[in-house]
């Protein structure tokens, strides 16, 4: 049978419940400090094999679980949580304590582990997910564009939408809730930047930069052609400035196949930049590192000659 992300539940060990059984529950904190068992949060545990096991997703579902199995009644899970639950990207950084929504006249009081965060979350907007309830996507995305930075918000925004999660009219439902109306204007400007065409968490973090940083809003996912046929398609284009922009490196061609040894694609990857060259072109490239050190992001494009409203490449020559 088929494993699910969520197989562990059954292995997960309440000393609550056992210590209502009436048996003795100390020898779990003994078997922690043998490397026998992982306390998963307090009161809560798994054996030491199983966790070591378990990726990144599922050891926050255990964390989860953990909490869920543990509350006094069961909780709806905000913000980050809930986007760790929908499958959606965050970026390095965000909080990684649980969040669970609370009502509007709650404190929000924060633990070591956990942030309650008071909300006006209606019914239609909990949905259950891996067994767990959460804000439902459209109502996790709003909240997460007043929480989070802008250039973070947008990530989790356009994977929404690029993935079919969420529609536009979905978001905007969630947006007009009117618990929220008081910080609108901040989860507006996400709202209206997000775009589904962006094809990567890096790509929707690059546009962010890109807009943030004053220079003119590219073309996404710009199709290129010569007389050979389909040389393939890049994630920005400026077509005033014959500038193609390219977060990985690696021109997108045939929907994304790359075939061959590594070398192989190298050498394939060489000819389509040529390609592309030789329709009057140049190529700014970037990863993960300059996107998230935006000076050096825009340090590449405007050494490339891409205005920007606000800086000057000679203000912005990486030392």
Do not use: C
């Not at 088929?2 to 309440?14: H, K, M, N, P, Y």
């Amino acid at each position: 049978m088929q494993s699910t992300a969520t197989d562990f539940v059954s292995a997960l060990i309440v000393a609550r419940d056992v210590r209502l059984s009436g048996d003795d529950t100390r020898r779990y904190s003994r078997d922690v400090e043998r490397g026998r068992l992982v306390r998963v949060r307090r009161g809560v545990y798994l054996p030491t094999q199983l966790w070591a096991g378990m990726n990144r997703t599922q050891r926050g579902l255990a964390r989860m679980w953990a909490y869920h199995l543990t509350a006094e009644r069961p909780p709806v899970f905000s913000h980050e949580s809930a986007a760790r639950l929908h499958g959606l990207p965050l970026l390095p950084g965000v909080d990684e304590r649980l969040s669970v929504a609370v009502p509007l006249d709650a404190a929000p009081k924060a633990d070591r582990d956990l942030r309650r965060r008071p909300l006006g979350v209606a019914p239609e907007e909990v949905i259950v997910v891996h067994g767990l309830q959460a804000t439902s996507p459209a109502r996790t995305v709003v909240d997460l564009s007043v929480a989070l930075v802008f250039s973070s918000a947008v990530v989790v925004a356009d994977a929404a939408l690029g993935g079919g999660t969420v529609s536009a009219d979905d978001l905007e439902q969630s947006a007009q809730n009117a618990a929220i109306q008081r910080v609108s204007r901040k989860a507006r400007r996400v709202l209206d930047f997000a775009d589904p065409r962006s094809g990567s968490a890096g790509e929707s973090l690059s546009r962010a930069v890109i807009h943030e940083s004053g220079f003119p809003a590219p073309v996404l996912q710009q199709t290129f052609h010569d007389t050979k046929g389909l040389i393939g398609i890049v994630d920005f284009w400026w077509p005033e400035h014959r500038l193609i922009g390219e977060f990985d490196g690696r021109v997108k061609y045939q929907a994304g196949r790359f075939e061959g040894t590594p070398e192989e694609r190298l050498w394939n990857e060489k000819l389509r930049e040529d390609r592309l060259r030789a329709q009057r072109t140049s190529v700014a490239r970037w990863i993960w590192s300059d996107a998230l050190a935006p000076s050096l992001l825009v340090y590449e494009l405007s050494r490339h000659g891409l205005p920007s409203s606000k800086h000057r490449l000679a203000d912005r020559t990486p030392r």
